[in-house]
């Protein structure tokens, strides 16, 4: 594995976000659009704040995340309302979002037709990506209703995923997150490194984060 080990937190969102920065500029000079995936939750948030000022030409860069809630993007419980508020701001206010959610679709329905929109969008340019401490990325939760369609190599680029507990969920599929030529993963806590070394021996139903492991680099903090 390739593991960058930071002495804390604070570290890590700079350096991460100057890869970002970085990474994004370099898509820039060879296509005429860079597509970066994002994770929501908490871990990317202060992330956010430093790329939003950052020097690029936003107008170019395509912003989805990896995974939603099958909720409207303005529900308080979407992951669109972190962007709105920490990435999609100052400089990076020029992006342009791809929402995954359509008004009265089911996440089987919307899934599919957004999928088809979404090949446009692959290769990916950058994935950044979180894990819990139970192995899942994106929302490829273990065992979960959903996780073998979206973990097939033929997959589509969205996938509707149940998991025991959640939301109903869609998530980009392991076809279209390993797409990217680039891709960060962030970690913190020992918790995290722990399951982190226990995935590479697991199953992917069991510990689907092996899957796009190959060719990430992993920013892990305590």
Not at 56 to 61: A, F, G, N, Q
Request: proline share 7%; with cysteine; glycine share 6%.
């Amino acid at each position: 594995m390739n593991v960058k080990e930071y002495a804390d937190r604070e570290m890590l969102v700079m350096d991460v976000a100057n890869h970002l920065v970085s990474d994004l500029n370099t898509a820039l000079l060879g296509r005429d659009t860079a597509t970066l995936a994002v994770p929501g939750g908490t871990t990317p948030g202060p992330i956010f704040d430093i790329l939003c000022a950052a020097d690029l030409d936003w107008s170019r860069v395509r912003v989805m995340l990896t995974d939603e809630r099958w909720v409207p993007v303005d529900h308080a419980r979407s992951n669109a309302g972190l962007l709105r508020a920490r990435l999609f701001v100052n400089r990076a206010a020029a992006a342009t979002f791809v929402p995954f959610h359509i008004e009265g679709a089911t996440p089987q329905d919307g899934a599919k037709t957004v999928s088809a929109a979404l090949e446009d969008d692959l290769p990916l340019s950058i994935a950044v990506l979180g894990m819990g401490a139970d192995m899942h990325t994106a929302s490829l939760f273990p065992k979960a209703e959903g996780l073998s369609a979206a973990l097939a190599p033929d997959a589509p680029a969205l996938c509707p995923i149940l998991a025991q507990g959640q939301e109903p969920r869609v998530t980009l599929s392991a076809r279209a997150l390993n797409s990217a030529p680039t891709k960060h993963l962030i970690i913190f806590g020992e918790t995290k490194r722990a399951a982190l070394d226990a995935a590479l021996g697991a199953l992917p139903e069991e510990a689907p984060v092996s899957t796009i492991l190959k060719g990430a680099v992993i920013h892990w903090a305590a």
